[in-house]
Nanobody, 123 residues
Framework: QVHLVDSGGGSVQAGDSLRLSCAAS???????IGWFRQAPGQEREFVAA?????????YYSDAVKGRFTISKGNARNWVHLQMNNLKPEDTAAYYC????????????????WGQGTQVTVSS
């Protein structure tokens, strides 16, 4: 079992930055962990992922590449998403997610979800 708790959302202006955090507990070390987002009326979409909290490869969606950075925290059970140069189209509920493989995670076949945290970017 893996338990994920998201935090760090808020309301900002275009061009501002936010950092989201995901605290994992349980048997998370072998899981790929990442972030998805869902805007109103749209499907949940992949944002970024790590193949493991122990290190490994990093993946980003084209929409956020160059602006967002995913990283593991100093404490191994934390995963952060640094979001810079935010745009109104980044407005969404952001969800931490874990899956047994990075292929599953990127395809949206998620084993565990966080509760979500709202990010609102105004122009």
């Amino acid at each position: 079992q893996v338990h994920l708790v998201d935090s760090g959302g808020g309301s900002v202006q275009a061009g501002d930055s936010l950092r989201l955090s995901c605290a994992a507990s349980g048997s998370y070390s072998s899981y790929a962990i990442g972030w998805f987002r869902q805007a109103p009326g749209q499907e949940r979409e992949f944002v970024a992922a790590l193949t493991s909290t122990l290190g490994g490869l990093i993946y980003y969606s084209d929409a956020v590449k160059g602006r967002f950075t995913i990283s593991k925290g100093n404490a191994r059970n934390w995963v952060h998403l640094q979001m810079n140069n935010l745009k109104p189209e980044d407005t969404a509920a952001y969800y931490c997610a874990a899956a047994t493989t990075i292929v599953k995670l990127k395809s949206g076949d998620i084993d565990y979800w966080g509760q979500g945290t709202q990010v609102t970017v105004s122009s």
